[in-house]
């Protein structure tokens, strides 16, 4: 430390660089539509116990079978379709259900109504995208309430304005003030207005899931949208092994409409699963592949994620516990099937059970990242926001996760080898003993050479305590949101597509009564 104090003080470098001087982060492409990877999938299991878990898988599916309720077209898809059916009650035989996704796409494009955003999903793309489903919101002033239509748009305008985040997301906070069979329609016009990043649509009623397929038709045109995807749909397993008909009919809304369904179980393990990590796999796989087929039965080719949602529970107080290790490892598996299958994948995100942005929350919300990013996840929903396990969207969280994504940018990219990073011009012009602070090659390369966090604090202490207020990392982050928020201004929506969004929106509410259920 000594020797490297000592040789900054003496020589012409870059200057250091105080919060309010930083470099330049416009000389390092910002804003990319989305990663692709430079780094591999990281497989924990061998080929041998990965079968175990998919025999496991077809067992549950062959002879427990899967419920379907409330949906008698879905009982008949099964039974065209040569499953054994009885009642609700469906069973598959082994392989029948793998036979029925083989025809779903691998990668697929979700268009963004500003193209230079359109998102590549599957393969080797990662996007990132907000958390979703949050009743409450919370930041250091106001702290724990009910969300609003104003906190949705918020969230948007926070996500749209992020360099490292992708996609616009769905129900990032449920705007309460708004009738239950109503605000469907404010949280889609919202994606809409405020960003020009690809969004989620409506899934909790089959008629909600049509509104929001509608008006992705009006902004991008019918028969667009009938040939290719615009808006995702993320729908639920009611785990353990039954679906639902309100979300088989949204799911087949969006299928039919060549839209993409996210096909989600979720499990804590103990109540909705097995305890045990490889018995929570076996089923997860057998519930989202049985809803992945039913995509395919609905309209055949229609795109498709093959989703996960694996968390665990105290068992001394039988709350839900988020961010910890087995469900990490979890993901790491289902990364692997998944890819056996040939789908796109959705699985982990930045979980926490925190109630505040803090160390409890940034370590747990790491812990499930990395195993996002490690297992091949394709598209990530809960990038950004996550506290009290789902059930707040913090401001200060949805900052720092934000910087975090920005992390995992050049991380996902990997190390480039080549001329320059090889740097020898650096060597030859050094030598030995000497520093590599002013020379050409780092002159160069400085700008871009590294991620700059616009959140950590990285000078001594003593200038830490004197100039920066001695700070912490959510008082960086509750500045910064407020800064956004301050500085934001709407993409441009062309007048005509919004006259008639709100024509929509307006005739729909007139239509019916309020319903706050």
Not at 15 to 37: C, E, F, H, Q, S
Not at 493 to 512: F, G, P, T
């Amino acid at each position: 430390m000594e020797v490297i104090m000592g040789v900054a003080a003496t020589i012409e470098a870059p200057a250091r660089r105080g919060r309010g001087t930083r470099r330049d982060n416009a000389a390092k492409p910002l804003g990319v539509p989305y990663i692709v990877r430079g780094i591999p999938t990281y497989d924990v299991l061998s080929e041998e116990n990965l079968q175990k878990v998919e025999r496991a898988a077809d067992r549950i599916l062959a002879e427990v079978g899967i419920e379907f309720r409330d949906d008698p077209a879905v009982i008949e898809h099964w039974k065209r379709a040569g499953a054994k059916v009885d009642g609700l009650l469906v069973r598959f035989e082994p392989g029948m259900l793998r036979e029925i996704v083989s025809s779903a796409p691998a990668e697929f494009t979700q268009h963004a109504r500003n193209p230079a955003n359109n998102v590549q999903i599957g393969g080797k793309n990662v996007v990132f995208s907000p958390a979703y489903g949050s009743p409450f919101v919370m930041d250091l002033d106001k702290g724990r309430r009910y969300g609003t239509l104003e906190d949705f748009r918020n969230f948007i305008k926070l996500a749209q304005s992020s360099p490292w985040l992708h996609h616009s997301g769905g129900t990032i906070c449920e705007p309460v003030d708004i009738p239950v069979n109503k605000r469907h329609l404010d949280m889609v016009y919202s994606h809409m207005k405020y960003s020009d990043r690809a969004f989620m649509g409506s899934i909790t009623a089959e008629d909600r899931a049509e509104d929001s397929i509608d008006m992705a038709r009006i902004l991008f045109g019918a028969d667009f949208v009938d040939k290719n995807c615009v808006i995702l749909g993320n729908v639920n397993v009611n785990s353990p092994l039954v679906w639902d008909g309100t979300m088989t009919k949204s799911l087949r809304a969006y299928a039919r409409a060549n839209q993409a369904a996210v096909i989600v179980p979720f499990i804590l393990g103990g109540a909705m699963g097995p305890v045990t990590n490889a018995g929570a796999i076996a089923q997860s796989f057998a519930e989202t592949l049985a809803g992945c087929a039913l995509t395919q039965l609905e309209r055949k080719g229609a795109p498709v994620i093959f989703g996960n949602f694996l968390s665990s529970m105290s068992l001394r107080s039988g709350s839900p516990t988020f961010g910890t290790p087995e469900p990490a490892i979890g993901s790491m598996v289902i990364g692997q099937l998944a890819r056996r299958l040939n789908l796109p994948l959705r699985c982990a995100g930045n979980f926490s059970n925190s109630k505040l942005p803090d160390g409890q929350a940034m370590q747990e919300g790491l812990m499930s990242m990395l195993s996002a990013v490690h297992c091949g996840a394709n598209f990530i929903l809960h990038s950004a926001g996550f506290l009290d396990g789902l059930l707040a969207m913090s401001y200060e969280k949805f900052v720092m996760d934000a910087d975090l994504c920005g992390a995992l940018h050049s991380y996902l990219a990997g190390v480039v080898v080549d001329d320059n990073t090889l740097a020898m011009d650096a060597f030859l012009e050094v030598g030995p003993g000497s520093h590599f602070l002013g020379c050409d090659h780092t002159m160069r390369n400085y700008q871009t050479a590294f991620w700059d966090s616009t959140l950590s604090d990285n000078e001594p202490f003593e200038k830490w305590s004197e100039e920066g207020g001695s700070t912490d990392i959510a008082t960086r982050a509750n500045r910064q949101w407020k800064k956004t928020l301050a500085e934001y201004e709407a993409p441009p929506l062309d007048v005509a597509i919004d006259d008639a969004l709100r024509d929509y929106m307006e005739r729909k509410k007139a239509a019916m009564a309020d319903a706050w259920y």
